[in-house]
């Protein structure tokens, strides 16, 4: 339900009722207001009027003109103020998707909001750039500011960096109180991070680089690892391909998502069909090869010391580590009884 006292579609119908047949046709083609929902581009409206863009774009900058001009706009200041307070509300800049989800209940009532932002002298739109999306703002200095804190934070960030959104709030709202020298509520700097086209959050509810897969998973590998780290223990194939199909509504076959965790060094086998993230610490190869590994880094170990570590590193049997500690052709023991390579 809209938060506005009145309705946008019946105010923009009464500035656009005193403009000529073809400048009022024009407006309403370019910014959705009748029947159709489409906004039309200056190239559609000029062919069907037989004119160039241009003529069309002076048309449409007459009739804005003469709307602001016309005594029915001087008697809606308070509904243009009302918009102006929700906006202050809101962090004094804002993304144009989420003004108009906030003012309007669907597409043909944001289309009367968005033309009454057009005409209001208190809103300004930010148009899109390469760090964030179309934005509007009642106060361009503050929006400047706030661009730059999310740049600071943009640039603190790394790839393979995923940050709750409490904690990623968290370090926005230092950075902006610091800066701004005001108390600022969770829900505007939530605002604020959506003007943001360099980090966003997955649907985990985690923040990071949008750029990055952890963020943007591109396919069943990217899905898996995000499932496995959200669980943050080991998980079974079949059990990985289900929260796939649970967190992220994608249809993920188990056997599909078995041949994908195989073929990816990010995934580690420790068990029958048990996988873990090769980032947790746990090394790919058989059994011997992690015992290996651990005599390696550690030196000669008794074979209760070697079952205690192995078994952090596989979801194996202790008979399993024990038979393969009793082939001579990979160790022995010393004269401590501590096995070392053969």
């Known amino acids: 339900m809209t938060v506005l006292t009145f309705k946008p579609d019946s105010l923009t119908k009464n500035f656009i009722s005193g403009l000529k047949d073809r400048a009022k046709d ?13 906004r039309k581009t200056l190239e559609s409206i000029g062919q069907k009027y037989g004119i160039t863009r241009e003529r069309v774009r002076q048309i449409e900058n007459f009739a804005l003109n003469s709307i602001r001009q016309n005594p029915s706009f001087e008697a809606a200041r308070g509904n243009f103020a009302e918009i102006q307070e ?9 993304s144009e998707r989420e003004i108009l989800d906030y003012l309007a209940d669907n597409p043909k009532q944001k289309n009367h909001v968005f033309f009454l932002l057009v005409l209001g002298n ?12 179309h934005r509007w703002t009642i106060d361009k200095r503050e929006a400047e500011a706030i ?39 969770d829900e505007i700097l939530r605002s604020w991070l959506n003007i943001s086209k360099i980090i966003a959050s997955n649907a985990l509810g985690e923040w990071g680089l949008a750029s990055s897969p952890r963020v943007n998973p591109r396919g069943m590998r990217d899905f898996a690892f ?37 073929k990816d060094a990010r995934f580690v086998l420790v068990g029958r069909g048990l996988y873990a993230l090769e980032e947790w610490g746990y090394k790919t ?44 052709d990979y160790f022995t023991k010393n004269k401590d009884g501590k096995y070392v390579f053969a």
């Open 226 to 262: 995000l499932v496995l780290r959200k669980q943050g223990s080991p998980m079974h194939f079949m059990e990985v391909s289900e929260k796939i199909s649970d967190y992220f509504s994608r249809q993920a076959h188990s056997a599909t998502v078995h041949n994908e965790l195989i």
């Open 147 to 185: 661009h730059a804190i999310l740049r600071s934070l943009h640039n603190e960030l790394n790839k393979s960096e995923l940050i709750p959104e409490q904690e990623i709030i968290a370090l926005l709202k230092k950075r902006s109180e610091d800066n701004l020298k005001r108390k600022i509520s």
């Open 285 to 328: 190869g058989a059994v011997k090869d992690v015992i290996k590994e651990i005599i390696k880094l550690k030196g000669p170990l008794t074979k209760e010391e070697i079952i205690d570590i192995v078994s952090k590193e596989r979801y194996v049997k202790k008979n399993t580590i024990i038979i393969n500690l009793q082939n001579r």
């Open 26 to 38: 024009v407006v309403v083609q370019r910014y959705g207001l009748g029947n159709e929902v489409d």
């Open 122 to 133: 208190e809103f300004e739109k930010i148009k899109e750039d390469e760090e964030f999306y």
């Open 86 to 94: 929700l906006m202050d509300k809101k962090g004094k800049v804002i």
